[in-house]
């Protein structure tokens, strides 16, 4: 599953990147570019459990920020 999130300032989402990284615990930041659909920066990739995808989705709502749920 890939969650995509709108954040339309470069350096917010740089910063919101280190924030997910910090939840998701052992994680690996990557730039994607292998896959043309996905136009971002910066990836997170990550496997979590149902409590740790809560949390991360309720921290997206309490920024404020567009998401989408893609599943692969």
């Not at 709108?6 to 896959?35: C, M, N, W």
């Amino acid at each position: 599953m890939f969650l995509t999130i709108h954040i339309k300032d470069r350096e917010e989402r740089i910063k919101f990147a280190q924030v997910v990284r910090q939840l998701l615990g052992e994680s690996q930041t990557y730039i994607p570019g292998t896959r043309k659909i996905w136009k971002s920066d910066i990836g997170v990739r990550a496997t979590i459990d149902p409590k740790t995808y809560k949390s991360l989705v309720a921290l997206i709502d309490r920024k404020g920020y567009n998401y989408n749920t893609i599943k692969e």
